[in-house]
T-cell receptor, first 114, second 113 residues
Framework: EAGVTQFPSHSVIEKGQTVTLRCDPI?????LYWYRRVMGKEIKFLLHFVKESKQDESGMPNNRFLAERTGGTYSTLKVQPAELEDSGVYFC????????????FGPGTRLTVL | DQQVKQNSPSLSVQEGRISILNCDYT??????FLWYKKYPAEGPTFLISISSIKDKNEDGRFTVFLNKSAKHLSLHIVPSQPGDSAVYFC????????????FGSGTQLTVLP
């Protein structure tokens, strides 16, 4: 069974540019989460989808971040315009409805904003 | 303010000995705790978990202990192996939350051969 996949693995952009990160969850997993780890600190929650609906977006830093999950399959996270403090590793995770506690993580996208 | 704290950024242990990783939390609403292991350039991998109704959970070489009164949990690895060298994250989930996990900042474990 394929795990959670993320694309790209690395992205280097300049301040003010736009970047879109993609996450493909494990097939059949209705719950999809985005997290971010900045500068080797803790992994912080950004938002949670159940199928195509945003269940909780309380962790989104500001309105420069936009997440979508059209059709309830893969998800995208767009940062527009990117700022220096957006640099970090963005993780996506997914879980089944009946196994809510364990979340399976993707390898992450390392975003560097110059 | 961090609700889950891992105060030791790094830990070195000799192969075959016990590794003890510690985690403290402040939110009394947390009811489920997890440990994840992370290798470089990979995502966190689930290792072991414990519900707040228990004080111990064991899985092979890994045991997690929960002390609710002290708001403290620990992960014991015995015997430690070089392949256990990784960053270990403590995470917690609270009752009624939208299932988001709150993570600590991680502890880098190095097992020396």
């Amino acid at each position: 069974e394929a795990g959670v996949t993320q694309f790209p693995s690395h992205s280097v952009i300049e301040k003010g540019q736009t970047v879109t990160l993609r996450c493909d969850p494990i097939s059949g997993h209705d719950n999809l989460y985005w997290y971010r780890r900045v500068m080797g600190k803790e992994i912080k929650f950004l938002l949670h989808f159940v199928k195509e609906s945003k269940q909780d977006e309380s962790g989104m830093p500001n309105n420069r971040f936009l997440a979508e999950r059209t059709g309830g399959t893969y998800s995208t996270l767009k940062v527009q315009p990117a700022e220096l403090e957006d640099s970090g590793v963005y993780f996506c995770a997914s879980s089944q409805e009946l196994a809510l506690n364990e979340q399976f993580f993707g390898p992450g996208t390392r975003l560097t904003v110059l | 303010d961090q609700q889950v704290k891992q105060n030791s950024p790094s830990l070195s242990v000799q192969e075959g000995r016990i590794s003890i990783l510690n985690c403290d939390y402040t939110n009394s609403m947390f009811d489920y705790f997890l440990w994840y292991k992370k290798y470089p350039a990979e995502g966190p991998t689930f290792l072991i978990s414990i519900s707040s109704i228990k004080d111990k959970n064991e899985d092979g070489r890994f045991t997690v202990f929960l002390n609710k009164s002290a708001k403290h949990l620990s992960l014991h690895i015995v015997p430690s192996q070089p392949g256990d060298s990784a960053v270990y994250f403590c995470a917690a989930r609270s009752t009624g939350s939208a299932r988001q996990l709150t993570f600590g900042s991680g502890t880098q474990l190095t097992v020396l051969p």
